[in-house]
């Protein structure tokens, strides 16, 4: 908590009866930082929030102007500098350039300032200011020709109201903005009228032309199934700077049932482009632990045959999996771990499955074991293959390595779970409960783990990474490199310093990194937010794709 409370003495004349007297205005503000991620050539970036309440006052002042300084690697990556009043606590939101014109702005702008060549700026307007609270913005103009990787921020040192300067002792609030290739807000608290957004999902098209994103939208409420949630798609065709319209494509009477639907993971079929998007839902009211053989939750998926642009109605698949009168008819229940699922180079598709069974299909002896779903017919049909990798498994995700052998990583608190199999499920290389060594260490989350590049595409290295909060609680999002195929993992680098919790990936088709993440913004609920970056940045210079070495991206060989 950062306050400055100062005291200003205000003189006015009372024209009604031609005398003077005195009123104490008493203010009060809380610098804040905005934005710690941000993009090449972002502009409007809310960088600095001051939320200044006026109070012992039946007038109003004016507010005159603000000073500061900018703060960068480069003061160069900055292009210019503006301030705003909010209309409310919610982050500051300007689309200048018509991009997203169906999220509502709530800017009122104030002025632009100048940036002199130490970086210190001065903005000057006229606000009239009654009592009340107000949310006053610090935004910047972030250039062009930005370096990836520079930080730009900004502080506040002092606010001029009614001719007075009054200083700000506390207005450089810890973290800077990371610049990276792009950045972007997929969704906000309060977009469309709902208020809490979940559970990133993130793939690119087959051609390349697009993102493709799902995720949970719950409307007033932040509970997991099954609880009524929705899943929402969006696309991006400029590389993730701006992002279409939220369409409901489950949880509603056309699309799957008008009960809840979540925790979305998406599979970009190669071969014939389909987009495959696999969920849970609760048709009978019933959650992971609530859920038995005749009344389970639901295993579903949905097909989009246009990269992501329109989706058919959610088909569900869970007879042919578990339950009751299924070939598994013991399981109680289960769910798929969201974000990224697997295709493997024959062209299958593949999806980590967390269950819990029984012996007898009771609520006795119940074990929480992980499976592969398995298609070969690109998702019209899914069998269950092998047998479990590790017990207490809680949001498996998996990857193929360039041997064939599969290798799993288990969400748990500490080091995720780790195994491998070379031969689809039915025998595991370690003991189930094998942890990782290596690589992020903290809070149990959901987070990726998959290819960034291989030599069997003719690139020159195997880099896999792993995305995870590297903290014991949900901030400091961060990636780690591998270069031994997922078995141990070099030292994290952050993505974002402040609160955030599950992610998603995707390779682009240049070679660059989009995750797609939750992070915990000053609203108080999560903005789904997505950044673009580069090997180069991810592995401190080590790796980089040239124009002599460029990206080679996946290659199936899928069956005759």
Known sequence: MKKKVFLAFLTFVAASIGTYAKETATYTTKVEQGKVTTGIGNKNVPIL????????????VNMQGITGKVVATNLKDVKAIRAYFATNAQELFVDTEGKMTWRQSNAIPYAKGKIAKDGTYTITGNRSLAAGTYYLWIALDVAKTAVEGNTVDATITSYTIDGKMQEESNGDPANAATIFLTESSVLMPMDKGSQYYRIPAICTSADGKRLVTLTDDRKDHNADLPYHCYVVAQHSEDNGRSWSNPVIVAGTA???????????????????????????????????????????????TIVSHDGGITWEPPVDHTKELYAAG?????WLGGFTGSGAGLQKRDGTLVSPFVNRESPDGTN???????????SKDGGKTWFVNGKSGTTAADEPKVLERNNGDLAISVRAGGYNFYN?????????????????TTGINGNACDGEYMYWCSTLDGNPWNIV???????????????ALSTDEGETFGTAKTICPRGSAYSSAT????????????????FGCYTMRFVRFSLNWASNGKFAFTKKQPFKGPRLNPPL
């Open 465 to 479: 990474f792993q995305t995870l909060p590297n903290s014991n609680s949900r901030q400091n999002l961060s990636i």
């Open 49 to 60: 929030r001051s939320t200044l309440t006026v109070s012992g006052l039946t007038g109003t």
């Open 254 to 300: 056309e699309t799957g049932g008008d009960y809840g639907h979540g925790d979305a993971s998406l599979i970009t079929n190669c071969i014939n482009g389909d987009i495959i998007g696999i969920m849970t839902s609760s048709p009978n009211g019933t959650g992971f632990f609530s859920s038995t053989p005749d009344k389970p939750q639901a295993w579903k």
């Open 364 to 374: 006795n002896n119940i074990t929480q074991n992980y499976y592969n779903f398995m």
């Open 420 to 436: 491998v199999t070379s031969d689809g499920g039915n025998t595991w290389k370690n003991a189930p409960q094998t942890r990782f």
């Open 326 to 330: 299924s070939p598994h008819p013991n």
């Open 507 to 522: 390779i682009l088709p240049d070679g660059t990194l989009g995750v797609y993440y939750e992070e915990e913004g000053l």
